[in-house]
């Protein structure tokens, strides 16, 4: 039963993806293009629909509860669109791979997957009031790390089933399916990729993190428990630099392709704050667009219309739960508002200590010797360092290089995201989309191999690495499980907790600080006192 969840799951977020594309194409009067940024238009259909059940969800939380079926129901409208466009004949071979064979494998991760210690902190328990009520005023003063909860939220209670969460697990393989298709798609399928090495380097990347230090980890995407985005991001931020190297490398963007563009960094803050930093690319871009692209106002009033509305009800809804326009930057909270707290300032102050984020009063090499204590740090640090130069060295020993493309700039980028996450949160998992866009770009420059190689020997070696990369992803743990029951239905349940009385607002955990899903629970100590403003529910914490 997983394993046909899972396709059937991936197949309807692809198609409704697919659908979008259609619509959009349609009211701009053209074709439904079959690449996009120079790969197949396929590889970002799971991105399309991601960003549409978020944003309808977010939207409808301004007036009622989220309701699955009235998210969904608009949702999978845009299937219908894909009846009068058939799919491309020449292409059916990567649909086999794409939507079959890699979900297939991956899903032998759901007969053991769990949930993510920050799911039963904080995450789930977010979710828990999205689907009981309205969007609440103050909601983060009740505990703080609500502030922190993203667009990802917003997408993962529409696949809770019944009370199983085993659904939301269901979302990570498609968003890592995704990852795969695209690397299968410009390695195997596209012959008039330019990014056929880039994509094999990134492959690279995926195989050896089976291997090294502590038997690997070298920064990759992985299973993470239930409820994290870090997968989400770090792919959307592996596309938006490869949509950048592409508008920069053809010197041309035209309206389809920058509407795209402009949706997907709307995403990447809707996911993380640190998202933010993509307006740097999105400025050049935009100057670019509005130089070569004859601009028919209308047209691009009418369609930047959307994206605008969604940036600013984005933001106040930042500014309703938290009073912060950005949560948790406090130069941007409201100290006015009847639900300000100091809780942003306090929490990252807090999350910068739990991280062994760096400070500008500590000695660089003591503070990096104090952050390379933490085992999880200390793998990535050194796998990642072991593979790039390896990488680097084969490089130059194998390939022939072409220097048609400059990536210094977007490598400044890159490394100016490392240094905000330095000072930030330096955690292994926020560093998945810096991490293998520096593997992408270094082979961006490659053209060919120096060696000869038969051509059955170079493309059998492909695809064993591919094979192995796919196969390896899952833990050998979880074939274990799936091959003793391959026919079961993996049943991901919230374990019974005891709660206690509060001193001020609710309960608490009797044991630990996991609140699950009981809105009524929360960490804080602070006194909470709990209104009405019209018809919404405002906390506020009395001092």
């Known amino acids: 039963m997983n394993f046909l969840f899972t396709i059937a799951i991936y197949n309807l977020l692809f198609f409704t993806g697919r659908g979008f594309a259609i619509s959009v194409s349609k009211l701009l009067g053209i074709k439904l293009k079959e690449s ?79 949930f993510h210690y920050d799911a039963a902190l904080y995450h789930l328990n977010f979710q828990e009031w999205l689907l009981n009520e309205k969007i609440v005023y103050g909601l983060s003063n009740i505990y703080a790390p609500f502030g922190l909860s993203s667009i990802n939220d917003y997408i993962l209670p529409n696949f809770q089933i019944n009370g199983n969460f085993v659904g939301l697990h269901f979302l990570n393989i498609a968003i890592l399916t995704s990852l795969f298709s695209l690397l299968f798609s410009v390695i195997f399928f596209d012959n008039k990729s330019s990014y056929k090495f880039a994509g094999l380097f990134v492959l690279f ?19 993470q428990g239930i409820g994290k985005v870090d997968n989400l991001f770090g792919i959307l931020f592996l596309l938006i630099v490869l949509m950048y190297t592409n508008i920069k490398k053809e010197n041309y963007i035209d309206f389809f ?16 704050i640190f ?24 047209v691009f009033l009418k369609f930047f219309t959307f994206p605008i509305f969604l940036s600013i009800f984005w933001i106040i809804k930042n500014y ?39 400070n500008l009063d500590k000695n660089p090499y003591d503070w990096f010797q104090f952050w390379i204590e933490k085992p999880e740090n200390s793998i990535l640090f050194f796998n990642f360092l072991i593979f790039i130069f390896s990488l680097i060295f084969v490089k130059k020993l194998l390939f022939n290089l072409s ?74 743990n979880s074939y274990k499980k799936g091959f003793e029951n391959p026919f079961i239905f993996t049943q991901l349940n919230i ?43 405002l906390f506020r914490i009395l001092e």
């Not at 032998?108 to 769990?114: A, P, V």
């Not at 392709?257 to 993380?272: A, E, G, N, P, R």
């Not at 009073?323 to 009847?338: A, G």
Request: hydrophobic share 45%; glycine share 4%.
């Open 36 to 114: 996009v940024f120079g790969v197949f238009h396929e590889n970002f259909y799971i991105i399309y629909t991601l960003f549409l059940i978020g944003n309808l969800s977010f939207l409808l939380n301004f007036f009622t509860p989220i309701n699955k079926f009235i998210v969904l129901i608009p949702i999978f409208i845009f299937l219908f669109f894909n009846f009068n466009n058939s799919l491309p004949s020449n292409k059916r071979n990567y649909y086999l791979i794409s939507n079959f064979c890699i979900p297939f494998a991956l899903t032998f991760s759901t007969f053991d997957i769990g």
């Open 275 to 298: 998202g933010a930093l993509f307006i740097i690319l999105y400025v050049d871009i935009f100057i670019n667009f509005y130089k070569i692209e004859k601009i028919n106002y209308f």
């Open 205 to 223: 990347f995926c195989f050896f993190d089976n291997f090294g230090i502590n038997g690997g980890g070298n920064g990759f995407p992985n299973f």
């Open 403 to 476: 220097s048609d493309f400059k990536i210094n700039n977007l490598l400044i980028f890159i490394f100016t995201n490392i240094l905000v996450l330095l000072f930030s949160s330096p955690t292994p998992r926020f560093f998945i989309g810096p991490l293998i866009s520096i593997v992408f770009l270094t082979g961006l420059n490659v053209n060919s191999l120096k060696i000869k190689l038969r051509r059955e020997v170079f493309s059998y070696s492909l695809i064993f690495i591919a094979l192995a990369s796919v196969i390896f992803f899952p833990r050998i």
């Open 320 to 358: 309703i739960q938290t009073s912060c326009l950005f949560y948790p930057s406090n130069i941007t909270c409201n100290e006015n508002s009847k639900w300000f707290s100091n809780s942003a300032k306090t929490l990252t102050e807090d999350t910068r200590e739990f991280h062994r984020a760096y």
């Open 257 to 272: 392709d920058f509407l795209i563009f402009t949706l997907l960094i709307l995403f990447s803050v809707q996911l993380k």
């Open 495 to 537: 374990p019974e907790v005891e709660y206690i009385d509060n001193n001020y607002w609710g309960v608490r955990p009797k044991n630990g600080e996991l609140c699950w899903i009981n809105i009524n629970c929360t960490e804080s100590t602070a006194n909470i006192l709990e209104e009405n403003l019209n018809s919404f529910k």
